[in-house]
């Protein structure tokens, strides 16, 4: 949080009590645990940037539902992930000069390419784009049109607007090895990385449910889209759990099936995203961010989690004859 703090960025009094108990250096030790230490620490400030952009942007502020007050929002940060053509010196002047938060992640984004490719950027950028887009469509364009999405609409825009597909594509980055690109892009890796980020944000929305129901009055996330299409409160709320348990079993099917062709790099990868998910789940209930009780939430999903902490089997991706061909 200091990192933040002295880059200008306004954190409140109450705001930074409740980022500190967030324990951002304990949620990158458990989600990138292969990292090294020096990069560790690289992983808790984007982790903390994620936060309190998601709280002075989406989640804390009434003007989320503005469309034009949030055009100023993201214009500057769009100019950092896609900056025009300009001499590369200028564009981190110009975003700090109009938001700190936007310098702020110009700073990462330096840091993250010092430790990847130019093709490993590009999928961090492009992951961080799409998931900008689809959280201001939830807090935005819904909210302001007080228009709850049904089941099939939230499932694909929660898939990007937690910002989990950015996080998964940091694994290789900060570990120092890079997923080859046909790997990276086939369409089963790409399915296990949309199923762990319906595991990872499905997680977050149960652990934040009574959170965000206290704070506003039309929050959307996975058991009050269940509850405005008819669910009760504790239905919504053991039917989120039963959709987030079957995920990891899907997560766990699609697994198989990768690690029987997946190069060294790709298994090391799927390493990363068990880790991603057992660690979000661990750390979320040590955080002090949420309102739900480690009983309450370990009874809901405690058997999955326990499932992905199960060893794979050893030798996977030692040799292989390389992925299937994509389907037409």
Request: proline share 7%.
């Amino acid at each position: 949080m200091t990192w933040l703090i002295t880059r200008g960025i306004p954190v409140g009094s109450s705001q930074l009590d409740v980022h500190l108990a967030s324990l951002f250096g304990t949620f990158a030790a458990m989600t990138y645990p292969d990292v090294a230490a020096d990069r560790l620490a690289l992983a808790a400030k984007w982790l903390g940037w994620l936060f309190v952009f998601d709280d002075l942007h989406l989640d804390e502020n009434p003007q989320a539902a503005d469309a034009t007050a949030m055009a100023n929002v993201l214009i500057p940060t769009l100019a950092v992930l896609t900056p025009p053509h300009m001499p590369s010196s200028q564009a981190p002047a110009q975003a700090r000069e109009h938001d700190p938060l936007s310098g702020a992640l110009q700073e990462l984004l330096d840091d993250f390419a010092r430790c990847g490719t130019p093709t490993q950027m590009r999928r961090l950028t492009d992951d961080l784009i799409l998931a900008l887009f689809s959280a201001h469509l939830e807090t935005g364009a819904w909210a302001a049109a007080r228009r709850v999405p049904d089941l099939a609409e939230y499932r694909i825009t929660r898939q990007h607007s937690g910002a989990v597909f950015p996080c998964l594509t940091l694994i290789d980055i900060l570990s120092g090895y890079e997923v080859p690109a046909h790997e990276f892009h086939h369409p089963q890796v790409q399915a296990l990385r949309g199923s762990a980020s319906n595991v990872i944000t499905w997680s977050n929305d149960l652990f934040s449910f009574v959170k965000e129901a206290r704070r506003s009055e039309f929050g959307i996330n996975l058991p009050t889209v269940l509850r405005h299409h008819g669910y009760s409160a504790q239905e919504a709320l053991d039917h989120a759990a039963r959709l987030h348990n079957e995920e990891v079993d899907t997560y766990l099917e699609l697994e198989a099936q990768a690690l029987s062709w997946a190069s060294p790099e790709l298994s090391r990868y799927l390493d990363g995203l068990r880790a991603w998910m057992q660690g979000n789940h661990y750390w979320s209930l040590e955080s002090g961010r949420y309102d739900l009780t480690a009983t309450q939430v370990a009874a809901l999903l405690g058997r999955p989690q326990t499932t992905l902490a199960k060893p794979r089997r050893q030798g996977v991706g030692a040799a292989s004859d390389g992925p299937p061909a994509a389907p037409p």
